[in-house]
């Protein structure tokens, strides 16, 4: 078994948690409460920074050129299309510039940060892809949903298609050989502590989404 299906089996529960929350049934079926939208929206636009910099790091850290220019042209969907993506979604929701900068957190938000900043300065590659393949294969997972229909709501349909697709499905599929390449020569120590935060990253995508229906203390 590769290490990135060993460690998709150890994290099932959380992870057909987060991939069933009714967050996702709600966003899919176009039943989100605008209110929920709009937190969650404001509290992932918080990763964004981080997430680009963690990128930067992987391409830092990456051990050949290949990977190095795969995980690059990445980052440049992440820097264009996605931030654009914010822009609009915030402006059609009517969030103001404080909010959108200076939002109180809620705690997954907060630890996930401190997730990611964490393994980019520690600046291991196989650390890095870890939560970058949790925070990518997690996502397509729940965006992808054969047959069934897209939401009608622009924001719901646009969330949903960044995360789904041929091309979304060969990024997570060069993370997760990436994973399992950079993975398979790690002694116990440090198989241990990749592992810790690959569960470490699931734990937080399933609270992320539960933390969507809460009130953020004030930032």
């Known amino acids: 078994m590769t290490v990135s299906a060993e460690l998709r089996a150890a994290t099932a529960p959380v992870w057909e948690a987060a991939v069933g929350h009714r967050f996702v049934d709600e966003l899919w079926g176009g039943t989100l409460p605008r209110d929920v939208l709009t937190r969650y929206l404001v509290q992932d636009h918080q990763f964004l920074d981080s997430f680009v910099a963690l990128l930067g790091a992987a391409v830092a850290a990456a051990d050949r050129p290949g990977p190095r220019l795969r995980i690059a042209r990445q980052l440049g969907m992440?820097?264009?299309?996605?931030?654009?993506?914010?822009?609009?979604?915030?402006?059609?929701?009517?969030?103001?510039?404080?909010?959108?900068?200076?939002?109180?957190?809620?705690?997954?938000?907060?630890?996930?940060?401190?997730?990611?900043?964490?393994?980019?300065?520690?600046?291991?590659?196989?650390?890095?892809?870890?939560?970058?393949?949790?925070?990518?294969?997690?996502?397509?997972d729940w965006a992808t949903r054969p047959g069934a229909e897209l939401p009608a709501g622009s924001i719901d349909r646009e969330w949903i298609e960044l995360h789904s697709g041929p091309e979304f499905e060969q990024w997570v599929a060069f993370l997760r050989a990436e994973f399992d390449r950079a993975g398979e020569g790690l002694d116990g120590p440090a198989r241990d502590a990749v592992g810790a935060r690959f569960r470490r990253a699931a734990d937080l995508e399933r609270d992320f989404f539960e933390a969507a229906y809460r009130q953020p203390s004030t930032g």
């Open 78 to 140: 992440v820097a264009g299309p996605e931030n654009d993506f914010f822009d609009r979604a915030l402006d059609a929701l009517g969030v103001g510039e404080h909010e959108r900068t200076h939002p109180g957190l809620l705690p997954p938000t907060t630890g996930f940060l401190a997730l990611m900043d964490e393994v980019r300065a520690d600046a291991r590659y196989p650390d890095i892809l870890a939560v970058l393949l949790v925070a990518e294969w997690l996502y397509l």
